[in-house]
């Protein structure tokens, strides 16, 4: 089992919807959580961050964290097509000094 | 503005050569990082760093070497005994534990001719 689960995808969406986007992880110490969203050829940018149980709300991106259910999303409302880029869900543990990452979701919007 | 500079943008490397990868930040981190990364695929931790003069290999080491002298650079050697060495290097950095995220160069394209 990876330490940091994401599906896989291609996803699909029209443009105006919500993605979800979903991310599991195995170790119940982590305590920071991060998804990046990085476009094709390009590298990876920090978009939202997360510490806490509940919803954290940036703009049209609401990030989700559930620790007893070791499981962390990403919504994208009202979504548009500079949206469509490969979405990276990352993992921190202090003690561990560093973050563990999903293989990511590549995310498509449609016109 | 501070920023992860990683030179250079593109890299090719004849079978048997040494090549470095350059990964400079001006945002006062104390941690730095090297990822690999494949088309299509994950990032894969190479080496990491979180203080000056000391580094911990990380799911990738074998065939790479890095050094940490000064708090700003952490450059990564791709030795001739990674036998597989075309990929897309991502240079990252952050503070010393991680948890405000990472910042990431614009990583160095790497191709073996």
């Known amino acids: 089992q990876k330490e940091v689960e994401q599906n896989s995808g291609p996803l699909s969406v029209p443009e105006g919807a919500i993605a979800s986007l979903n991310c599991t992880y195995s170790?119940?110490?982590?305590?920071?959580f991060f998804w990046y969203r990085q476009y094709s050829g390009k590298s990876p940018e920090l978009i939202m961050s997360?510490?806490?149980?509940g919803d954290k709300e940036d703009g049209r991106f609401t990030a989700q964290l559930n620790k007893a259910s070791q499981y962390v999303s990403l919504l994208i409302r009202d979504s548009q097509p500079s949206d469509s880029a490969t979405y990276l869900c990352a993992v921190g543990h202090t003690n561990a000094g560093k973050s563990t990452f999903g293989d990511g979701t590549t995310l498509t919007v449609k016109p | 503005d501070g920023g992860i500079t990683q030179s250079p943008k593109y890299l090719f490397r004849k079978e048997g050569q040494n090549v470095t990868l350059s990964c400079e930040q001006n945002?006062?981190?104390?941690?730095m990082y090297w990822y690999r990364q494949d088309p299509g695929q994950g990032l894969r931790l190479i080496y990491y760093s979180q203080i000056v003069n000391d580094f911990q290999k990380g799911d990738i080491a074998e065939g790479y070497s890095v050094s940490r002298e000064k708090k700003e650079s952490f450059p990564l050697t791709v030795t001739s005994a990674q036998k597989n060495p075309t990929a897309f290097y991502l240079c990252a950095s952050s503070s010393r534990q991680g948890d405000s995220g990472y910042t990431f160069g614009s990583g160095t394209r790497l191709t073996v001719v």
């Open positions: 945002l006062n981190h104390d941690a």
């Open positions: 997360i510490y806490s149980n």
């Open positions: 170790d119940r110490g982590s305590q920071s």
